[in-house]
């Protein structure tokens, strides 16, 4: 193509990033030349949250980037009962180790199970089967325990409602609990196993809100049982 001078063509600016006279490759996202006969996909360097070279890994419940450990359980925990440690949507994608759409105690098991137990790639279905399948919450004017029909690792999520004079107290055997009060209302998670009391309390409480699940997922056979 004649370029230069008069011709009010600029020279060599009909080829492409690849080196390709009239190509299509393009310099997507990240830097890199894609497209026509690169033979690169353009942005296929971006990680799951757009993050150009990245780390982030979808349902990995890697938070943090650091590769999965009890620092992401915490921050998946902060997540649910704190507002204000909320995830972005990098950290929700990431987060939602069994891809419902939501970060809850049901990832926070998983990633429990995954940090004791290893891969769960070839054992979930095995021990989905393991798994409790129906349990009773034990509700007395100060405490809350439960029973199961089977033994395992099961996650609470809790609201309870209460007066501004409450207090509580998690039980220490779980594998983590925390929980966060704001006025009358306290959010909290706990994941244990092979447990029976919950927590104790200075005063009394009705629960607004329940979450309770296993590996395999919610458990929806769930009656509470009011003790005197």
Do not use: W
Not at 13 to 28: M, P, Y
Not at 32 to 43: K, L, P, Q, R, T
Not at 85 to 113: H, K, Q
């Amino acid at each position: 193509v004649c370029s230069g001078g008069n011709s009010e063509h600029l020279a060599d600016s009909d080829i492409d990033c690849n080196g390709d006279c009239f190509g299509d490759a393009i310099v997507d996202s990240c830097g890199e030349c894609s497209g026509g006969n690169s033979e690169h996909v353009a942005d296929s360097d971006q990680d799951v949250c757009g993050v150009c070279f990245g780390n982030n890994i979808e349902a990995s419940g890697d938070v943090d980037g650091d590769g999965l450990s009890i620092t992401d359980i915490v921050l998946m925990v902060y997540h649910v009962i704190d507002a204000t440690y909320s995830f972005d949507s990098c950290g929700l994608i990431v987060g939602d180790m069994n891809s419902d759409s939501i970060v809850n105690v049901l990832d926070v098991i998983v990633g429990v199970e995954t940090i004791l137990y290893g891969d769960l790639a070839a054992r979930t279905a095995d021990l989905s089967k393991e798994a409790p399948s129906s349990l009773a919450l034990l509700q007395s004017s100060n405490s809350l325990g439960y029973t199961a029909d089977k033994q395992g690792l099961i996650g609470f999520e809790l609201v309870l409602s209460h007066e501004p004079d409450f207090s509580i107290v998690l039980n220490k055997e779980s594998f983590i609990g925390d929980y966060n009060t704001s006025g009358n209302e306290t959010k909290i998670i706990i994941v244990m196993e092979n447990g029976s009391e919950l927590f104790t309390t200075t005063g009394k409480f009705e629960i607004m809100e329940m979450t309770i699940g296993t590996l395999a997922g919610e458990l929806f056979n769930v009656t509470v049982n009011l003790i005197p």
